[in-house]
């Protein structure tokens, strides 16, 4: 279980606790006789000032990083970045675990994923990015982090309009596999992201997939996730499957009430019209007013040539809940943490 508590209460909290050792101390006796600031404790002895990332000098541009959370699943977060030629490298350099790196993936709750002084090179033709990284990467603790590892690296190529799959070499050699197993022998796409686990029974011949999206454990971030189903994978599968909510054992959690009805999906002249029940309606009650909920919804939905737009009903009545406009990106950095000031997650 994670307590997430505000560093302004922990900073108390151990003020209250070295206050305590000192009378604690004095209560003892004479045996030894030490002088009380000896053991006089500051909030920055046991918690130092967060470091801070290194402000971006001169033209910036926005750019996608994968981080991973808590639960294994990989997080695409926009960052803010230094404009340059190399948009693509820089930005899997921000993935590279450093000091600065990390903090940036903790102040929303995720990690890196790519090890401490990881380098490569890359190339990039014909829709192809040939990216060759150095030999610290076999060296990953388990087949989790690994596969992490690789996986993020082809979704954040695969987020450049230049890039249809990924092919990668280690130590400008080319292997079957990394060292617990992660197949890397052919060019790889991003279209399986976070892939849910799929029954051993079912016959995968006949299955499609969609794309949903549902809020993570902690609720800071949106969570694409990749779904098998057995029926055409238009959008009103995809709002069908997002109702159903995550699988239990993912930890996600549901992105619209858990007894939200879906009656109906229409979509004409680029608008889908998506009739719930009367459950849908609690997502004002919720502490953002439905945002995260809303910007789910639309994300799913709009993955789909031809929907620039959503309208809501409520049992065939219009619907107009906070902000309908359409989500620039999945995940903003500044936003998040803007929305979750000095929270700090503690195992």
Do not use: W
Not at 309 to 333: D, W
């Amino acid at each position: 279980m994670k307590l997430s508590i505000k560093r302004a209460d922990l900073e108390r909290l151990l003020i209250a606790g070295a206050a305590a050792l000192v009378l604690l101390l004095a209560a003892i006796g004479p045996a030894t006789s030490y002088p009380v600031d000896q053991f006089a404790v500051s909030p920055a002895d046991i918690l130092p000032d967060t470091p801070t990332v290194a402000p971006i000098v001169g033209p910036v541009q926005n750019t996608t990083v994968y981080y991973a959370d808590a639960d294994g699943f990989l997080v695409p977060v926009t960052r803010p970045v230094g404009k340059t030629d190399g948009i693509a490298k820089a930005t899997l350099s921000m993935m590279v675990s450093s000091d600065e790196n990390d903090l940036a993936a903790a102040r929303l709750g995720l990690t890196t994923v790519l090890p401490r002084e990881t380098t490569f090179d890359l190339d990039i033709a014909g829709g192809k990015a040939r990216i060759d990284l150095s030999g610290n990467v076999l060296s990953m603790p388990d087949a989790q982090s690994e596969a992490l590892m690789v996986s993020s690296v082809v979704q954040t190529l695969c987020e450049f309009d230049t890039v249809d799959s990924v092919e990668i070499l280690v130590g400008g050699q080319k292997r079957s596999k990394l060292t617990h197993g992660t197949d890397v022998s052919t060019a790889l796409t991003g279209n399986m992201l976070n892939l849910e686990s799929v029954d051993a029974s079912a016959n995968m011949a006949n299955a499609q997939l969609v794309r949903l999206y549902f809020p993570s454990q902690t609720g800071r971030v949106l969570v694409p996730v990749t779904r098998a189903v057995f029926s055409p994978s238009d959008i009103n599968t995809a709002v069908l499957e997002l109702v159903k909510g995550p699988k239990v054992e993912t930890g996600l959690k549901n992105a619209l009430p858990a007894d939200t009805g879906l009656f109906d999906v229409s979509v004409a002249d680029g608008v889908a019209t998506i009739n719930f029940s009367e459950a849908f309606a609690k997502i004002t009650a919720n502490s953002d007013g439905g945002q995260q909920a809303l910007r789910a919804l639309m994300l799913t939905c709009m993955q789909y040539p031809g929907v620039s737009h959503v309208e809501l009903l409520v049992n065939g009545k219009p619907f107009s809940p906070a902000s309908m406009e359409r989500p620039t990106f999945i995940n903003n950095a500044e936003q998040v943490a803007a929305q979750f000031p000095d929270v700090i997650e503690i195992d």
